[in-house]
């Protein structure tokens, strides 16, 4: 390689390359074209060297060579003859950068062997290059998956600064092409689902909408079904998420596979899945579509190695037989393929408008909650919401009670579902909007200040009543700050319209002055598109992750994933479902510092939670945790203490039992041996400590699992007389973790911590 000139840089030239970074970067902040970005850039380089050309080359999709990707000031020609170079020892100053993922300086193209290729020197000959030097781009894993070069007319040695300029054209395509791929990754994920592949709700509603049109054209019927896969959460529960996800992929493919080229499967979340039947002439023609679905469903599915055997449960209704709106039909397909299941399963139904028990039932139902809203039965009760750092209690969250009376409380889920999409459920939000709103304005006026949030539907927030109920709520209560009032909605009710409903959360922020939160976050199907295109200032992480932190480390990723991806984009994070002090300290550890939860107290009536208030003492052990100032290796370390000891306690409370209580059926490895392979990954500790551990969990896991099959098979004694084994490695275990603290007072302080948990 043609060395470096030792002439230093310039303050000038020092201050172009800042200029340079700062104005594409810029460009691309606001929204530039990135092909247009990567040409300026190409464009800005060549100003800095005279009779030069830049260009970009990156690897095609079969990562086995290179194209051009922008080269504004390069004849087509010449461009498309470089296309397809392929990565070696003599592939010219780019494939060669590449391959050796090093920058290449070529002075003279003539002499230098890197460019010794006939293909070459006849590129350089035509075009009239002498000097070409090379800087490869890197990923994320640092390896090069493109170059960046300038080509020079002239004979030239590179300098310090030519080499920087280089560095720094470089990064910055690597900056460009991320983002590329973030805004590709959510352009996917606004119209299809992740894992699948299929199209989600949203496009499901547009296909919907489309069928429509030309089912009036052609006077045909549409078939709306709802699949349920039968038995599926076994395989989930009994090989894994892995398993299972796995299978849905499969199961994707099938169905795809099956239906003609003019219908539309959807996956809906979980298991279920909509078709979209076009051109249906009779009832019994999409009939035998279905059986064919079915059919190759029930073909045995090789999973990880294993057999699965699978079927599906279908409703079935027909537009315009069946003449509503789309959530309606999907509902009516629901109800059928529910028919199905309770006849049986594996097999389908169609849904009869005409004769259906449940819609008589559901309408008398309607009616009782109609009559209970008129009557003033329903009641709103409270849970504290806490800043565990520094015990300050924060706001509460309303939540509607049925006071029925008859039947005494009706909880919520006894009785919102069969609301969801309704004129009462419209009515039923204004009046818990009013009530949560007349209970702020009298705590406030007895001096005490919270923040007082509601749940609101998506058919709520987007009803043309809302933005005026709010508002007109809001006048009467003068008194009342605004700010002081949250909106809490449920990001899994698919927040079909997200421009509309982004323009309502925008008014209900800036005009309203009221606080919006994405309620039950990373349950829906487009967590990372709702997170960049809803203006909601909180994300609250849904109680369901947060409850099953200490037994899945699955969860436990999803929830440092929400709160890193909070942090990144700006957002305040709450964590519902904190049941205990060691949920609490985990969250803290992982940047969360707003809980609420049964660990904090369960939803109470009003006059219940004034009592409470007066007699709250914060959590002793969260605020003394908050208080220290712990290192990366610390926080994992203190991790894994509190991941094992609730993993076998567990353990050893299952042994302990007379009969077994299914606990073997979900018995998974615990957070520690999740854990192994990252901290080996990420380095931060002692390899020698790193294996010492691996061995010790090793040992105990598996005594643990040979324990607990002793149990599963009824051999009780046999699993009781192995505990003291047990609990000598689960001691070893502990003694290795322990080692890792940095002074023994920490370590004191933190072991009467965990005793006391």
């Given amino acids: 390689m043609d060395k470096v000139s030792e002439v230093p840089i310039t303050n000038e030239q020092m201050e172009y390359l800042l200029l340079l970074q700062q104005e594409i970067l810029g460009k691309l902040a606001v929204g530039n074209q990135h092909q247009e970005t990567l040409d300026d850039l190409c ?28 080269a504004p000031n390069i004849p087509i020609e010449a461009s498309k003859a470089l296309n397809g170079l392929i990565p070696g020892e003599y592939s010219g100053s780019c494939g060669t950068a590449v391959y050796r993922n090093v920058a290449q300086f070529v002075s003279n193209t003539k002499e230098d062997t890197r460019w010794a290729a006939s293909a070459f020197q006849d590129f350089a000959k035509i075009f009239g290059i002498n000097a070409c030097w090379s800087m490869p ?20 040695n590179p300098q310090k600064f030519h080499k920087k300029l280089l560095e720094t054209c470089a990064d910055i395509v690597a900056i460009i092409l991320k983002r590329e791929a973030e805004e590709k990754q959510l352009k996917f994920l606004a119209h299809y689902d992740a894992l699948t592949g299929l199209p989600n709700r949203t496009l499901f509603a547009d296909r919907f909408n489309q069928a429509i049109a030309h089912s009036k054209r052609s006077n045909s019927l549409l078939a709306i079904c709802f699949l349920d896969l039968d038995n599926f959460k076994a395989i989930n529960d009994n090989y894994g998420h892995d398993a299972g996800d796995k299978l849905l992929i499969e199961v994707a493919k099938r169905i795809t596979a099956t239906i003609r080229d003019e219908d539309t499967v959807s996956r809906q979340g979980g298991d279920e899945f909509t078709l979209l039947l076009r051109d249906i002439d009779s009832p019994s023609q999409c009939e035998k579509l ?43 397909a629901d109800q059928a393929m529910y028919h199905a299941k309770l006849s049986g399963k594996n097999q389908q139904q169609l849904f009869n408008i005409l004769d259906d028990q449940q819609i008589i039932q559901r309408q008398e139902r309607l009616s009782e909650i109609q009559q209970a809203l008129k009557n003033k039965q329903f009641e709103l009760y409270y849970q504290p919401k806490v800043n565990m750092k520094t015990g300050q209690i924060v706001g509460v969250e309303a939540l509607i009670r049925w006071i029925h009376p008859d039947k005494g409380l009706i909880p919520p889920l006894d009785f919102l579902p069969l609301i969801d999409g309704t004129e009462i459920e419209i009515q039923l939000g204004a009046w818990v909007i009013n009530e949560a709103l007349q209970q702020l304005d009298d705590w406030q006026k007895q001096g005490i200040n919270l923040e007082m949030s509601i749940n609101i539907s998506s058919h709520h927030i987007q009803s043309l009543l809302f933005l005026d109920q709010l508002n007109e709520a809001l006048d009467k209560h003068p008194d009342v700050n605004s700010q002081d009032f949250q909106l809490e909605i449920l990001e899994s009710s698919a927040l079909g319209d997200i421009e509309t409903i982004n323009g309502i959360i925008k008014s209900c922020r800036n005009v309203l002055g009221v606080n919006v939160a994405l309620d039950d976050f990373g349950t829906g199907y487009s967590s990372l598109t709702h997170m960049k295109n809803l203006s909601a200032n909180i994300i609250k992480i849904d109680q369901s992750f947060v409850r099953d932190l200490l037994d899945d480390p699955d969860d436990f990723s999803i929830i440092e994933g929400i709160i890193g991806l909070s942090h990144a984009f700006n957002r305040e994070v709450i964590a519902e479902g904190v ?91 615990c957070h520690l041996g999740m854990w192994l392979s990252r901290v080996e990954q990420k380095e931060l500790f002692d390899p020698t400590w790193v294996g010492k551990l691996k061995k010790v969990h090793d040992l105990l896991f598996s005594l643990a699992d040979k324990l607990i099959k002793h149990h599963q098979a009824g051999k009780i004694g046999l699993a009781k007389e192995g505990i003291n084994e047990l609990e000598l490695a689960y001691e070893q275990v502990c003694t290795v973790l322990a080692q890792q603290r940095q002074n023994h007072t920490a370590q004191k302080s933190f072991a009467s911590l965990i005793t006391k948990l």
Wanted: one cysteine or more.
């Fill in 137 to 156: 781009i890197r990923g994320d894993n640092k390896l090069a998956i493109g170059s960046f070069a300038l080509s020079s007319m002239e004979k030239r």
């Fill in 43 to 70: 464009r800005s380089a060549e100003s800095m060297l005279p009779n030069a050309v830049a260009s970009i080359m990156l690897f095609t999709d079969d990562k086995n060579s290179l194209t051009v990707r922008a």
């Fill in 579 to 669: 049941e205990t002090d060691a949920h609490g300290i985990i969250l803290l550890l992982m940047g969360c510092e707003l809980a609420q939860g049964y660990g904090i107290s369960h939803p109470l009536p009003a006059t219940e939670l004034l009592t409470w208030l007066a007699n709250y003492t914060p959590n002793q052990y969260w605020l003394d945790h908050a208080k220290k100032h712990l290192s990366l290796p610390q926080k994992k370390i203190i991790l894994l203490q509190l991941t094992t000891q609730h993993w076998f306690n567990r353990v050893k409370k299952e042994l302990l039992t007379m009969e077994d209580s299914g606990f073997g059926k979900f018995f998974i490895q």
């Fill in 290 to 332: 279905l059986e064919r679905i079915n059919h190759s469903l029930a073909q045995s599915h090789i999973i990880n190695g294993r057999p699965h055997k699978v079927s599906a449960s279908i409703g079935t209704t027909l537009y315009p037989l069946d003449n509503t709106d789309l959530d309606t039909l999907i509902r009516h």
